[in-house]
């Protein structure tokens, strides 16, 4: 698969290029962004553009989009008007229409659209949702998530936690992650009641921090909670409750905790799974060295959704759009004091 990467020369963006580059199956073509020798810096042996239509006329199969989220719906839908399949970074948009523009536009063009939820493939958390699809813990009785840092301290640029750039606060930023996850593993979100606050960091449209309660069509509540107040510093956890059991799934550091019994009640076996080799990795290298494998399965996977592949841990269009419904709900059910009833959109097909 022949590949192009926008907003290549950023800090995603190079571990895009580095993925597509050491996958067997996928070739880097051209790179794009906004200065000549930063494009050029990471382009290895691809072509490097500045200008959009330029980049867009090069002979290619899919778009990896790593620029920040408030030019990406324009490149998103030309991507898929010249016939590109598409794999953008979360979130998808900063608004919820403009969420909805991008689905439309790859299911008019018939395209696959993947959303960066790359912890997907973090080890501790693809064993929580593998756990539960085995029924080893029983039916699913509820699910605690957590996603959190220090706040405004942990970025770089004014536009990851401005909401005319970032589309809100801690729920658009280190929590869309877990809300994906709430919906990877729980199913579909298609109630949200909430409260999100705003009276520590005071940006303008930006939650410090949010506590919801999620359900699935079934009922099935999740307790979810994302914050810019982690005075402890950058967290995700997630805890599925069965009847017959429990799994919990964190980073960092990337641990699990698996709980079984033969009944409710019953004896408890208890497994705890630590990942000395990441941990050890990211000593001596980085946390990213964790972030660029996640992101090269979450490329491997990309392919298979081009082709409509079924059962992929990728996340899709459909996956991007609710996580951004959801993240948006949250302050509405807060100004109503209700809650947001979403309707179920299932997986996206091709
Ligand atoms: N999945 C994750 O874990 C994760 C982590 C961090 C960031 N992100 C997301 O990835 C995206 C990029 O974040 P980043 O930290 O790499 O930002 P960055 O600023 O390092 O990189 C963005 C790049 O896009 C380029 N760019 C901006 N506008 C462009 C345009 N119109 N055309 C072409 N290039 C353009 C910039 O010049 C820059 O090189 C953001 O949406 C962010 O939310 C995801």
Redesign the pocket.
């Known amino acids: 698969m022949k590949i192009g990467v926008?907003?290549a020369?950023?800090?995603?963006?190079q571990m895009r290029v580095q993925n597509i580059i050491e996958n067997p199956e996928t070739t880097l073509v051209a790179v794009?962004?906004?200065e000549m020798h930063?494009a050029v810096a990471v382009a290895h042996d691809a072509q490097a553009f500045t200008d959009?239509d330029r980049f867009f006329e090069t002979d290619m199969d899919a778009v990896v989009i790593?620029?920040?989220?408030h030019?990406r719906e324009a490149?998103c839908i030309q991507a898929f008007e010249r016939g590109f399949h598409v794999l953008t970074?979360?979130?998808l948009a900063p608004t919820v229409e403009g969420a909805r523009r991008i689905v439309a536009a790859a299911k008019k063009a018939g395209k696959a659209l993947g959303a960066?939820f790359?912890?997907r493939y973090y080890p501790s958390f693809a064993y929580v949702k593998d756990i539960v699809a085995s029924g080893v813990i029983g039916e699913i009785d509820h699910v605690r998530v957590y996603g959190g840092h220090d706040g405004l301290g942990h970025f770089t640029?004014d536009w990851?936690y401005q909401a005319e750039f970032s589309g809100g606060g801690a729920l658009w930023d280190v929590g869309i992650h877990m809300t994906d996850m709430t919906r990877h593993i729980l199913g579909e979100i298609t109630s949200v009641y909430g409260v999100a606050t705003n009276t520590v960091w005071n940006v303008p449209g930006s939650e410090d921090n949010a506590i919801a309660i999620f359900k699935n069509p079934k009922g099935i509540p999740a307790i979810y909670q994302a914050s810019w107040i982690d005075w402890k510093g950058y967290k995700s956890a997630i805890e599925v409750y069965g009847a017959c059991g429990m799994v919990r799934g964190t980073y960092a550091p990337m641990q699990n905790l698996l709980i079984t019994m033969d009944k409710p009640g019953g004896v408890a076996k208890k497994t705890r799974k630590f990942y000395p080799e990441i941990m050890l990795r990211e000593k001596l290298k980085s946390w990213k060295t964790t972030?660029v494998a996640s992101f090269g399965a979450e490329l491997a996977d990309f392919v298979r959704l081009t082709r409509a592949e079924a059962g992929l841990r990728c996340a899709d269009g459909h996956a991007g759009l609710r996580a951004i419904e959801i993240a948006a709900a949250v302050p509405e059910s807060t100004r109503t004091g209700n809650p947001v009833t979403l309707k179920n959109l299932g997986d996206m097909t091709i």
Not at 9 to 13: F, L, P, Q, V, Y
């Open positions: 926008i907003g020369a950023g800090k995603i963006g794009m962004d906004m930063r959009l790593s620029t920040p989220a030019v490149l970074e979360k979130p960066g790359n912890m640029h990851e972030a």
